[in-house]
């Protein structure tokens, strides 16, 4: 039994570190101009395209080494990933900046649209699938029964931890992550002081759609299979995660998808499948009516 | 004022008054061609159109339908029961189709076969199976494939009897078609004294089952059976590899493409799966002539396309057989008299079934191809 519990637990945070990286998106969106970015699934989901086109690119000029390959791809797919982000933001949602807060957010509904649907076009619509990268697992004997980790399902973590430190590191560390602070504490102020908002929003756009993109990356890796349709769950999932830990709370959004993934791998372990889903949503409104902004997020304050 | 007015109602009249002559300057026979075009079983979708593409193309080099060409039209459903109903609202009323060949998905066939009955013209599934799409009373509603009753039992019968499990796990993905095939089987594995050791449902669109694979795990269970489509059942089983568990998976005709080899990461987690289809099509005498047609084009005619043909040559049948187009006289031609089409001799009961049925068992082998058994 203790084997079991444990690999559920490892099944609960993979799938939770993955949740956790597209929450990112969703909760930088939200810090720092207040609107949900609800084409944020359909980006993990180009980028999930990108990767498997830069692995079969990679594999056609004779690159099969597995730490070339996934260079080779997270560079690739990061890359085009974040130039998504900047168009998406530039197109849909700079135009929309100074008008009501209800426009953007269909006008992000409409991108997530045109995302899923031009791809649906250029790439056609069938399942898509790549081989097995990294074959092998880890077995680890447990009291009476065994934990198996596949090799990948390691990868992700260790990536996953490593994108949120690089991200921590940029937000905390650097010029270019105090223009971030700065602008989400308050937009006009920072502007006065000589920051250009309009260009600090255009990268946390990029940085959002790149981690989403690293999601993209290592769940092509895990699952090996997606198609145009991809984004719209998983999104949904995140966007709960970000609520959860707090939106607008980078740590907050890590720590709502661990417990997502978490939550729902044990609680298909013990109970039922069939519920998984009820009981986090159940969950996500528990948290809400005891802690409205969520677990790390900070109580908004009304000014009178 | 007034007057302006009055002018755009008489254009409005005249463009209006032209789009519906348009419409009645139809002289072909139009036929819907009703499926997943997109989405994740897309590939089902392309089976039913080649299908009935080339059958369509065959029949009016032939002469066509008492002297009338026949014209397809495809509808796209994605496997969604709303856009199954609009989608069939749109073929029996914009683009005037005379029968129907479709759905795909069961739970999309059941509600848009209600609007082709209520406008009076026949359809036929080429791969619905639920047991509910016949029994509903419906005149016009045709299938060409068997039903999960059929289906589960065939595959009930073969774990007891073949794999001589004793511990199966029923997994389904809460979908119409899949909860139905389950349930069939779960049936026949309990009357075979077979109590299932679990019985759970998966999300559709979802990827990661491990948190289900490690409670199929706990249970130690020899047969795992599936009852869904192939998007859902290659994560599934790769998971299920990948976390250690080699107890046999089995399924049913949701994974009929070789799509299912992709989405299962390769040939070697597809490798030994087990599913339950009609006895290979291909293999039969009658459809020599077609097959060879295919692939000529570069096609392999797998899964459903030919279903999809004889969909179509038995609608031609139907109204070349009745002289006439209208449901009700074809439903009673086609329940009365046999139709000779691509896959054999094909005779239907009074519910629209047919009156044999062929489920056979097929293994996946390690190089991405299934072989009956």
Redesign the interface.
């Known amino acids: 039994m203790d084997g079991i519990f444990l690999q559920q637990m490892i099944n609960g945070l993979t799938l939770g570190s993955v949740y956790g990286l597209i929450a990112i998106g969703y909760t930088m969106v939200y810090g720092i101009i207040g609107m949900i970015n609800f084409a944020h699934g359909e980006v993990y989901m180009v980028s999930a395209y990108l990767a498997a086109i830069a692995i079969a690119v990679l594999g056609f000029f004779g690159v099969h080494s597995f730490p070339l390959v996934i260079l080779g791809t997270l560079i690739f797919t990061i890359v085009v990933t974040g130039v998504y982000g900047f168009a998406i933001e530039r197109i849909a949602y700079k135009p929309l900046r100074n008008s009501t807060r209800l426009a953007p957010l269909i006008s992000a509904i409409g991108m997530s649209l045109i995302l899923q649907n031009y791809v649906q076009l250029s790439q056609g619509a069938r399942q898509q699938g790549i081989p097995t990268m990294l074959e092998g697992s880890l077995r680890l004997h447990v009291g009476e029964g065994f934990v198996m980790i596949t090799y990948t399902k390691l990868f992700i973590i260790a990536a996953a931890i490593a994108g949120m430190l690089a991200l921590t590191f940029i937000i905390q560390r650097t010029r270019l992550g105090r223009m971030c602070r700065a602008t989400q504490q308050d937009r006009k102020m920072a502007q006065i002081l000589g920051i250009n908002t309009d260009r600090v929003i255009s990268y946390v756009f990029v940085i959002g759609a790149s981690m989403g993109a690293l999601a993209g990356v290592l769940i092509t890796l895990n699952y090996g299979t997606f198609d145009f349709y991809a984004g719209f769950i998983i999104g949904i999932k995140a966007f709960t995660a970000a609520v959860l830990g707090g939106i607008g709370s980078l740590p907050g959004a890590m720590l709502g998808g661990l417990i997502l993934g978490v939550a729902e791998a044990q609680f298909s372990g013990m109970v039922n499948t069939d519920y998984k889903d009820v009981f986090s949503f159940s969950l996500l409104v528990l948290i809400l009516i005891f802690r409205p902004q969520g677990l790390l997020g900070r109580p908004q304050v009304t000014k009178v | 004022m007034p007057h302006k007015s009055f002018n755009k109602g008489v254009l409005a009249f005249a463009v209006a008054s032209a789009m519906s002559l348009s419409s009645f300057a139809y002289a072909d026979v139009v036929i819907g061609v009703a499926g997943p ?4 079983n ?2 089902f979708g392309e089976q039913l159109w080649r299908g009935a593409e080339q059958a369509v193309a065959d029949i009016n080099a032939a002469g066509g339908i008492n002297g009338e060409k026949i014209k397809l039209v495809k509808a796209d459903d994605a496997c969604e029961p709303k856009q199954a109903v609009a989608v069939a609202n749109r073929l029996v009323d914009s683009d005037k189709a005379v029968a129907v060949v479709g759905h795909f998905c069961s739970s999309s066939t059941m509600p848009a076969s209600e609007v082709y009955d209520e406008a009076g013209i026949i359809s036929i599934t080429p791969a619905s199976t639920n047991p509910q799409v016949t029994e509903r009373g419906l005149t016009g509603e045709f299938r060409m494939c068997g039903r999960d009753d059929q289906q589960g039992v065939v595959a009930g019968d073969y774990i007891v009897d073949t794999l001589k499990a004793k511990k199966v796990a029923v997994i389904h993905d ?1 979908d119409t078609y899949g909860q139905g095939l389950a349930d069939a089987t779960k049936m026949e594995l309990n009357k075979r004294g077979v109590k299932e050791v679990l019985y ?4 559709r ?4 089952f ?3 694979v ?2 199929i ?2 249970t130690g269970a020899e047969v795992v059976y599936f009852g869904g489509l ?2 859902e059942a ?2 599934l089983v ?1 998971q299920m590899r ?3 568990v080699t107890a046999k998976f089995v399924s049913g005709d949701g994974i009929v493409t070789d ?1 299912f ?6 040939a ?2 597809a490798k030994g799966v087990l599913m339950t289809f009609g006895a290979d099509p291909r293999q039969i005498p009658d459809g020599k002539a077609v097959i060879e047609k295919f692939r000529a084009n570069g096609y392999e005619p797998e899964g459903y396309t030919l279903y999809s043909y004889a969909s179509i040559q038995t609608i031609a049948a139907a109204f070349a057989g009745a002289k006439s187009t209208e449901g009700a006289k074809a439903s009673a031609w086609l329940k009365a008299n046999p139709v000779s089409t691509v896959m054999g001799k094909k005779e239907f009961d009074a519910k629209g079934d047919l009156k044999v049925s062929d489920y056979v068992m097929y293994e996946w082998d390690d190089a991405g191809k299934y072989k009956q058994l």
């Not at chain 2, 669109?205 to 990661?208: A, L, Q, R, S």
């Open positions: 075009m997109t989405g994740g897309a590939a809460k759970e449902g998966l999300t669109g979802e990827k990661d491990n948190a289900l490690t409670k795990r706990s192939h998007a290659g994560p790769r990948e976390q250690g799509e080899v992709g989405t299962a990461g390769g070697q987690y």
